[in-house]
């Protein structure tokens, strides 16, 4: 069965002030895969991740959504299909509530239930309800992560870019994290993680290492 | 003083004016002995002012006399493009790319107002009578602007600090302008807050420039009121319309068409950040 290919790479390169950050990259992702994108600190691997939602440009090469070219006139339909989760939990202030109405008040949003899986959610990621009386700012790194995956989540689409989901959580949930997304078979997973957890039977892990692309 | 049957405020004679300038001997000294080190500074401000301020009184005599409607008009946005610059000066921005926009919300949002007010607060049958347009637009422009400086540089620092949570919103599904707009209200807030604390106070802590200008000129404190208090309103609203519109129309300079902030809007000497 030929797979359906969602995401491409090919030949990608990224600089900053100058300096080589990696340069060739190319990489296929097709529906359902699930990607675990691994190496050092510092070697661009969030970089990857932004170039596909647009919030960083690449300097060579081409990425495609879809068969689309990344650019300025596809990147907003791109960033409706992708539910991204950046290592950066800093997603708003206020009332956890009222941040997630928020975002559920967006015009591409409207009229999305979500309360009840919602409240789910949180059970099952060990939330109790009464966080979403807290101001998002009061909480602990390890909640913040959970309530910006829950968000993530539902938004409802099936393919997750997820930017170190789960460096602040203890070893049983990030497991429950990991049991969540792998076993939907159809979600398509593009994940960046220094965890081990994700390291399982059906993920695949792609090494980057600027140093060798760079040499040249 | 009573000439002619109206009133009109003694005149200073330069005389007078010099006893006014010894005034200056209070900061100096309290300066010199607190080892403030801003002497210099001062007495350069003071001396650019008195300079600026003898400039627009000989302008300002020829455009009063003269009354002309183009000549007013070319005065006021004479006004306006400089008040533009130094919106962005002090924002330390990029003028290139900037400069239109704030200079189009400036002339917008002052010179529709002004033309209101002086057309159906003050019913003068000349909107452009140069004894109105130029200090009423004065006070808007002066006010709008300090607005403008708060208001816009608010917004872009906010959004600098906070570049994640903007980016977060659009891939949470936000549009350019749902993902911009709770940096839109911290910046009007900032821009009004100071605006509603002055005029709240208005009268009992302070009696503001156009009040005070009008009883030492001779009108009575009933009419000087109503100015200041149609004048108030007119600057309220040109505030707000102004940041509001500032801020709108730089945003499409400021971002790329990936709704990504663009780092050359801001000066290497930039204060935002």
Not at chain 2, 72 to 77: D, E, G, P, V
Request: charged content about 20%; some cysteine; aromatic content about 12%.
């Amino acid at each position: 069965m030929m797979a359906s290919e969602l995401i491409k790479y090919r030949d990608v390169g990224v600089s900053f002030n100058g300096s080589c950050l990696f340069s060739d990259f190319n990489l296929i992702i097709n529906k359902g895969d699930k990607i675990l994108l691994k190496g050092r600190s510092g070697t661009g691997k969030s970089t990857l991740l932004k170039i596909l939602l647009g919030i960083i440009r690449t300097d060579e090469g081409d990425v495609y959504f879809r068969d689309r070219n990344v650019c300025s006139k596809t990147v907003w339909d791109i960033r409706k299909e992708i539910a991204y989760v950046s290592q950066d939990t800093d997603i708003g202030e206020g009332i956890v509530k009222d941040l997630v109405n928020d975002i559920f008040h967006y015009h591409n949003n409207h009229g999305m239930k979500y309360h009840n899986k919602r409240n789910s959610l949180l059970e099952y990621f060990e939330l109790d309800k009464s966080l979403l009386y807290k101001r998002f700012e009061d909480l602990s790194g390890g909640e913040k992560q959970r309530i910006c995956l829950i968000i993530s989540i539902l938004l409802g689409k099936d393919i997750f870019v997820l930017d170190e989901v789960t460096s602040a959580l203890d070893p049983e949930l990030k497991d429950k994290v990991v049991d969540y997304f792998l076993k939907n078979e159809d979600w398509t997973l593009f994940i960046v993680s220094h965890d081990d957890v994700w390291e399982r039977e059906g993920t695949s892990m792609i090494y980057v290492d600027s140093g060798d692309s760079c040499g040249r | 003083m009573l000439t002619a049957g109206i009133l009109v405020a003694d005149d200073i004679t330069y005389a007078g004016l010099l006893f006014g300038f010894f005034l200056l001997a209070i900061p100096i000294a309290i300066m010199r002995i607190t080892k403030l080190g801003m002497e210099r500074e001062s007495l350069t401000a003071i001396f650019r002012m008195t300079v600026q301020l003898f400039l627009a009184g000989l302008f300002l005599t020829v455009i009063f006399d003269m009354n002309n409607p183009v000549l007013t008009l070319s005065w006021f946005i004479m006004m306006i493009s400089f008040a533009a610059f130094e919106s962005i000066q002090r924002q330390g921005m990029s003028f290139r790319y900037l400069y239109l926009p704030v200079l189009a919300s400036f002339l917008f949002g002052n010179l529709l107002i002004l033309l209101y007010i002086n057309f159906f607060v003050i019913d003068l049958s000349n909107v452009f009578d140069a004894r109105y347009f130029i200090p009423i637009g004065g006070i808007l422009l002066g006010n709008s602007l300090s607005g403008n400086i708060i208001g816009v540089s608010n917004f872009y620092s906010n959004l600098k600090r906070n570049q994640n949570r903007y980016i977060s919103s659009l891939s949470f599904g936000a549009k350019m302008h749902e993902a911009l707009l709770p940096y839109l209200r911290s910046g009007l807030r900032s821009a009004l807050k100071p605006a509603v604390g002055d005029i709240s106070t208005i009268g009992i802590v302070h009696l503001p420039g156009m009040m005070t200008g009008q009883l030492i000129a001779g009108s009575t404190p009933m009419l000087a009121i109503k100015y200041q208090v149609a004048v108030m309103v007119g600057v309220y609203a040109s505030t707000v319309t102004c940041v509001t519109l500032s801020i709108i129309l730089t945003t499409y300079v400021c971002f790329d068409e990936y709704g990504i902030l663009k780092e050359r809007m801001f000066r290497k000497d930039s204060v935002i950040g």
